[in-house]
């Protein structure tokens, strides 16, 4: 089958495609639509109606596959004949009926399956052959190639490390999110969806993280100069210049007492290059240049370095490379004796260069550490001007201090003294913890699979242990439910207050209970059961021999093959447990040697007794009821065995206008499903399927009625009969033929309670 592409889009072709398999008449033929269907769905990998589309047309094709492979097996290699609209075709040449079931029942399920699998095999073999490079995706995984600008990357897939990039994963259909992380650029995250397809290509570009300058002195005020440009004032000791931008730059710092100045290079993911001598007059600087765990220290002139009071070695005209130095505050310290100056360094992940400019002068630098900002310090009683930034505030002090730390919305912490030397830095570090600002809820001796809810949400389920946790509730006054299947609803109002934890226990949890048991006792065991509420119509099967019911008046029936139903009402209250007790009677025996049905004696034709019903085992055709059948029969069957591995589900069969083993309508039962089937010269011609909710074949209750053109079969379904199939075929009278039972190979029924009223 071919389609004309010119001017078409996939979407029309694929609707074209679809409307062509209905002439498709031989298994190759479907070759060439599988192959085009594989091209349209590669040439479209984002498009997600195409897809789906796609999708449904090759579920179609595979039905259609089956569909002619099962004809072919059946028929030889001649092709299926194709669909035409035309009245209902005349039976064919007659087939006897012992084919006819072997044909459907003996190699239906066989073929099917052998249909599938070939037809499977086949198109996928077609497709590799035929695009090779389609068998990328195995597994039903797609390759993912991820790039990154600039490359070297830490690539994770929904929180999981997966490659370094650029770098290719492959990843089952669905929806993703890749992460980029490379030091010295912002993380960077894209969701992607995966769909089946061509490989998918993804592009993160990171951008580098802000740099900043920071400029920390003792001088009492000064001004920097940045680039030859005014950058700001010195004030209370430090400056700091945010997003400076990438490379080359200048800087100069001027008191009152004399100045200072270097230039330095600023790169993207790199650290701080800080360029040749720095020139100071009458002043000592220090630059350190910091990225990650590694740092440089440059000097006005040559001096020992120590870190946390370990000798690091001595700069020279390159300055001093520091190793391995670990995320968080140090020490570090220029010069030995009594002109060594102390000062406090911050490491972290990010590029910074930090210059310390220090004067002669009479003080020291106390460095207060806080983590957090908007902080409020005091320095022996008395409150600074300003406020901690960046978690932190840099104070010249001398001598003996004591420093207290306070913020709102966190726990008081002890105040702490330090000494400060002149020329030093001295850090103080304190740990602000917030003030709890959330409650809690604790359940206490609650009933298993009892939800518990604050308003609206569901916070959990009480477990065996009979107790629940839950935090993160707002201050304030809460409604708590509690659900629980056979109880009311029930809500306690409680007050919760930041810090605290509500418990619930005792009476809180005290439920009224909604629901009764009720304990059925059958009498044969597997008599079959239903009830309902006596305001309901509908009946429900009773599949547990204990029910839990809400409150009320309810009806049970039961019934089983071989004896009298029985209809008992119960009235069952809140919290009651009743035992209720359906034994079932026999009736009275029929005759003891013949059920007389049209001048027929059954013990005579093949039926034995067995509990009050007449078995028949096997006999194929065995005719019940000869002459005119104008009018209702009724009977109750049990199938006692029948089906097979080969022959399907087991099925009660019964037959009317029987002429001979090639003309008859037939009406077949299993438990799930009723169908019609009209039997001319030897052809059968399916005329209704049904589902029905009748169950197991233990006990079934059918009536037929024929009347003239028209045949009416119902079975009862609990207290109400329900019409199964009502079939007219004007011109046909129905009464002349014959009616009887069909039991073919080993299967067995029971029959009993049969009836025919004469219409």
């Not at 935090?471 to 930041?498: C, D, S």
């Not at 119509?537 to 009320?552: A, F, I, M, Y």
């Not at 190979?745 to 309670?753: A, F, H, L, P, Y």
Request: hydrophobic share 35%; aromatic share 6%.
């Amino acid at each position: 089958m071919k389609q004309q592409r010119t001017g078409m889009n996939a979407s029309e072709e694929l609707k074209g495609l679809d409307a062509g398999l209905n002439s498709v008449t031989r298994f190759s033929d479907l070759q060439p639509v599988f192959a085009r269907i594989e091209e349209i769905e590669r040439e479209n990998p984002a498009d997600f109606e195409i897809q789906l589309a796609v999708s449904d047309l090759k579920n179609r094709l595979f039905s259609k596959g089956r569909l002619l492979r099962d004809h072919q097996k059946a028929r030889g290699s001649a092709p299926m004949p194709a669909p035409v609209k035309a009245p209902p075709p005349t039976p064919p040449a007659s087939v006897s009926h012992g084919q006819m079931w072997k044909k459907a029942i003996g190699t239906g399920v066989l073929f099917g399956l052998i249909g599938t699998t070939l037809l499977w095999v086949g198109l996928v073999q077609i497709a590799r052959k035929k695009n090779p490079e389609n068998v990328l995706t195995t597994g039903n995984s797609i390759p993912v190639n991820i790039r990154t600008a600039p490359p070297g990357a830490s690539i994770q897939i929904n929180n999981e490390p997966k490659c370094t990039s650029d770098c290719r994963v492959t990843l089952p259909p669905g929806n993703y999110q890749v992460t980029a992380l490379l030091e010295g650029f912002d993380p960077i995250a894209s969701g992607v969806t995966v769909v089946p397809g061509a490989p998918i290509n993804i592009l993160l570009t990171l951008q580098s993280q802000a740099q900043a300058v920071r400029i920390l002195t003792d001088l009492p005020y000064g001004r920097v100069i940045l680039d030859g440009q005014p950058a700001g004032p010195v004030q209370e000791g430090q400056l700091v210049l945010d997003h400076v931008k990438n490379g080359e730059h200048s800087v100069r710092v001027v008191g009152p007492n004399g100045e200072t100045g270097f230039s330095f290079n600023l790169a993207s993911g790199k650290a701080p290059v800080i360029h040749g001598p720095i020139a100071a007059r009458d002043l000592v600087t220090v630059a350190v240049a910091s990225f990650g765990n590694q740092a440089t220290v440059q000097t006005n002139s040559p001096q020992k370095i120590f870190l946390d009071s370990q000798p690091q070695g001595e700069t020279g005209p390159a300055g001093l490379e520091l190793k391995n130095v670990t995320p968080g505050n140090h020490d570090l310290a220029i010069g030995e004796g009594p002109d060594q100056k102390r000062m406090v360094v911050t490491f972290g992940p990010a590029p910074m260069l930090t210059a310390f400019v220090k004067s002669d002068v009479n003080s020291g630098t106390l460095v207060v550490f806080t983590g957090e900002d908007g902080a409020t310090v005091l320095v022996n009683g008395k409150e600074q001007k300003r406020k901690t930034q960046r978690g932190q505030l840099r104070i010249l002090a001398m001598g003996d201090v004591s420093v207290h730390v306070e913020k709102e919305g966190f726990q008081p912490v002890a105040d702490k003294t330090a000494a400060v030397a002149k020329g030093e830095e001295k850090r103080i570090e304190f740990k602000l913890v917030p003030l709890p600002q959330v409650a809690a809820l604790q359940v206490r001796g609650a009933a298993p699979g009892t939800g518990i809810l604050l308003g609206d949400k569901h916070l959990g389920t009480i477990g065996p242990d009979g107790s629940l946790s839950a935090g993160n509730i707002p201050p304030g006054e809460h409604a708590i439910g509690l659900r629980r299947e056979g109880f009311a609803n029930k809500h306690v109002t409680k007050t919760f207050h930041a810090g605290d934890t509500v418990v619930l226990t005792g009476a809180d949890l005290a439920m009224v209970a909604t629901t009764g048991v009720i304990r059925l006792a059958l009498n044969p065991a597997d008599a079959q059961a239903t009830y309902r509420h006596s305001d309901e119509t509908q009946w429900h099967p009773v599949r547990d021999s204990n029910l839990k019911l809400e409150s009320g008046s309810y009806v049970f029936t039961a019934k089983a093959l071989g004896f009298t139903d029985r209809v008992e009402r119960i009235q069952l209250a809140a919290g009651e447990t009743r035992t209720v007790e359906l034994t079932l009677q026999k009736p009275p025996p029929p005759p003891a040697t013949k059920i007389a049905a049209g001048g027929m004696d059954w013990s005579k034709i093949g039926w034995a007794q067995e509990d009050g019903a007449w078995v028949r085992k096997g006999g194929n055709f065995v005719v019940i009821k000869s002459g005119s059948v104008n009018g209702t029969i009724s009977f109750t069957a049990m199938l006692k065995k029948g089906g097979g591995f080969l022959r399907g589900a087991g099925k009660i069969r019964w037959f009317v206008d029987y002429t001979d083993s090639k003309n008859y309508a037939v009406f077949e039962l299993d438990k799930k499903n009723f169908l019609s089937k009209d039997v001319r010269e030897g052809r059968a011609f399916d005329r209704e399927r049904t589902q029905h909710n009748g169950g197991e074949l233990r006990s079934v209750d059918i009536q037929v009625e024929v009347a003239g053109d028209r045949i009416t079969n119902r079975m009862r379904v609990g207290q109400q009969w329900v019409i199964l199939d009502s079939w007219t075929q004007p011109g046909r009278d129905f009464t002349d033929g014959k009616f009887g039972f069909l039991v073919p190979g080993t299967d067995e029924i029971g029959i009993s309670n049969f009836r025919y009223n004469p219409r």
